[in-house]
């Protein structure tokens, strides 16, 4: 397993993808190059106004904590205003992928409470 590896040297937090494993990346011309022409998206969704993307970073972003390096990340939007509503940062390809499904359910329950709020509250059968 990868473990972040702050401030050790220059390379310390550059990653790449081999297919489905992140290895670090040689140094920081060998990221920029496959950085460069590389498909970084894992998915994409669209539900209603908002947007679910789960892309590889290939920088790691775990600041604040030990452990492997946080190098993929799954955003929910509002493609309408573009702000951010949730962010969620994963180590591996695997948690990526179910990270992503994860952040779709949740983009389906904030639509489906908006529409319950604009639908207003229903009146009780008498």
């Known amino acids: 397993m ?3 590896r702050r401030m050790t040297d220059e390379t ?7 297919g489905r494993e992140v290895v670090p990346a040689a140094s920081a011309r060998q990221w920029a190059e496959w950085y460069d022409k590389a498909n970084r998206r894992i998915g994409r969704d669209e539900i209603g106004v908002l947007v679910v993307s789960t892309i590889f970073l290939g920088l790691d972003h775990r600041f604040f904590d030990d ?3 946080l190098v993929f990340e799954t955003i929910i939007f509002d493609d309408d205003c573009g702000h951010d509503l949730e962010t969620f940062r994963y180590a ?8 992503h499904k994860a952040a779709c359910e949740i ?5 489906a ?12 059968p008498a």
Not at 107 to 111: G, L, S, T, V
Not at 113 to 124: M, Q, T, V
Request: proline share 8%; aromatic share 10%; hydrophobic share 35%.
């Open 2 to 4: 990868l473990s972040s």
């Open 12 to 18: 310390d937090y550059w990653y790449i993808l081999c």
């Open 67 to 69: 452990g492997p390096p």
């Open 92 to 99: 591996t390809y695997d948690q990526a992928e179910a990270g």
């Open 107 to 111: 983009a389906r329950r904030m639509i």
């Open 113 to 124: 409470g908006a529409d319950a709020l604009i639908a207003g509250p229903r009146e009780s």
